[in-house]
């Protein structure tokens, strides 16, 4: 299954992907895909209904409307950097021994093609397209691989915008870099895991303006996803809806050289394999 949310922002609307460009409204029987959705356990449910929805006709066309960020604001996002070797060594970093955990605000989410807005006294915002993982229940202190896969309800598209400047030079302190304003675009959809084949096994690139930056692969991962959920619930605890990225490949405009970042006007897409494409224009700052 794949879950939506459509409409203005701040007015999204739950709903259920079907086929390519259609859609079952499921905003009659759920509040939103967040925290207390997650918790009910009710996504087996909700597939049925959308299923039966779908088969009795009930299915919309996506035309002009807005997609919204597939999960709303969660407790917290969570990231997880230098995840692919790859990766670290265009940065010049060394392949780490354990996850490098920061954090990201939660009001960084937006929709996936919602505009990326520079912030002020930036002269390095860059891009990352990343595999998300949400959670599905609270989860502290998992013992196995298969209680992590447990606690998992589905994987998302994401970009991790980062601000290179006031992530490494101001201070070492990651989340000044990646907690700006419309720094996380996410969706289109959220899939359940039973949609995904191998989620070690994605495809994954991101373009600017035309031109191929990253092309990766979630098999390059140095910590699969798995482990990274069972790994932080050793040191903190998972909340439905929260939300974690788990990095990026190789292509990065820090890594380029000389490095290119972006600009007012340039436009990202990217995309994973099983998780739609997003599609962001870069703004000015306010």
């Known amino acids: 299954m794949r879950l939506m949310r459509i409409g203005a922002a701040g007015a999204e609307k739950p709903a259920v992907a079907v086929g390519d460009d259609g859609y079952v409204d499921v905003s009659d029987v759920v509040d939103d895909f967040d925290e207390a959705f997650f918790g009910s356990g009710r996504i087996d449910e909700l597939e049925a209904l959308a299923d039966e929805r779908a088969a009795a006709g009930q299915v919309r066309r996506l035309a002009d409307e807005r997609i919204g960020s597939p999960i709303a604001r969660p407790h917290q996002i969570l990231c997880i950097?230098?995840?692919?070797?790859?990766?670290?060594?265009?940065?010049?970093?060394?392949?780490?021994?354990?996850?490098?955990?920061?954090?990201?605000?939660?009001?960084?989410m937006i929709g996936p093609n919602d505009d990326v807005r520079i912030p002020r006294g930036s002269s390095k915002t860059d891009w990352?397209?990343?595999?998300?993982?949400?959670?599905?229940?609270?989860?502290?202190?998992?013992?196995?691989?298969?209680?992590?896969?447990?606690?998992?309800?589905?994987f998302v598209l994401v970009n991790d915008v980062s601000e290179r400047e006031f992530q490494i030079e101001r201070?070492?302190?990651?989340?000044?870099?990646?907690?700006?304003?419309?720094?996380?675009?996410?969706?289109?959809?959220?899939?359940?895991p039973d949609e995904?084949?191998?989620?070690?096994?994605?495809?994954m690139w991101l373009d600017v303006n035309g031109q191929r930056r990253q092309t990766g692969s979630t098999s390059t991962?140095?910590?699969?996803?798995?482990?990274?959920v069972r790994y932080l619930s050793r040191f903190l605890v998972l909340e439905p809806g929260d939300l974690i990225n788990t990095g990026t490949p190789p292509g990065v405009g820090l890594g380029m050289k000389p490095p290119v970042y972006l600009a007012p006007?340039?436009?990202?897409?990217?995309?994973?394999?099983?998780?739609?494409v997003q599609r962001q224009t870069v703004i000015?700052?306010?």
């Not at 302190?173 to 304003?181: H, L, T, V």
């Not at 140095?222 to 482990?227: A, E, G, Q, R, V």
């Open 81 to 108: 950097g230098l995840n692919y070797s790859d990766h670290a060594a265009e940065t010049g970093a060394e392949v780490p021994a354990e996850p490098i955990l920061f954090t990201k605000s939660p009001n960084t």
């Open 128 to 154: 990352e397209v990343e595999l998300g993982i949400v959670i599905g229940r609270r989860a502290s202190y998992l013992d196995s691989e298969e209680e992590a896969r447990d606690a998992v309800a589905g």
């Open 171 to 192: 201070g070492g302190q990651w989340s000044k870099g990646k907690s700006a304003e419309t720094f996380n675009p996410t969706g289109p959809w959220l899939a359940t």
């Open 196 to 203: 995904i084949d191998d989620v070690l096994d994605l495809g």
């Open 221 to 228: 991962m140095i910590f699969d996803p798995y482990f990274i």
């Open 265 to 276: 006007g340039d436009v990202m897409e990217l995309g994973i394999q099983g998780l739609g």
């Open 284 to 286: 000015a700052p306010r």
